[in-house]
Nanobody
Framework: QVPVVESGGGLVQPGGSLRLSCAAP????????VGWFRQAPGKEREGISC?????????NYVDSVKGRFTISRDNAKNTVDLQMNALKPEDTAVYYC????????????????????YGQGTQVTVSS
């Protein structure tokens, strides 16, 4: 079980950018695949991106964020970051990260592959 902590959310105007970070105090996050998830009001939590362990750092994204969001590792800071550009109002949600067993499954089912709990989440609000 790898506990994680998300940070970096906030209020941003449409078209703006935010960078979220996922940290795992006491664990070397590079040893784990990590997924980013979000839950919008009234909707189920969805997996939106995943990065495999540092051995390959393969990434994948759901179509709704592809080309706008980038998942990456900062091994110096021991974080997995989610750079979000060209934000839209429909990106408004609480964003979570979690260690996962593998990124080699559809993102729609990656919530079944958790190897640790979600963090407390970080709110992202896109509004003018």
């Amino acid at each position: 079980q790898v506990p994680v902590v998300e940070s970096g959310g906030g209020l941003v105007q449409p078209g703006g950018s935010l960078r979220l970070s996922c940290a795992a105090p006491g664990f070397t996050l590079g040893n784990y695949a990590v997924g980013w998830f979000r839950q919008a009001p009234g909707k189920e939590r969805e997996g939106i991106s995943c990065i495999s362990s540092s051995r390959s750092s393969t990434t994948n994204y759901v179509d709704s964020v592809k080309g706008r969001f980038t998942i990456s590792r900062d091994n110096a800071k021991n974080t997995v970051d989610l750079q979000m550009n060209a934000l839209k109002p429909e990106d408004t949600a609480v964003y979570y990260c979690a260690a996962v067993l593998s990124c080699s499954v559809p993102l729609a089912t990656i919530h079944k592959m958790l190897s640790g709990p979600y963090g407390q989440g970080t709110q992202v609000t896109v509004s003018s």
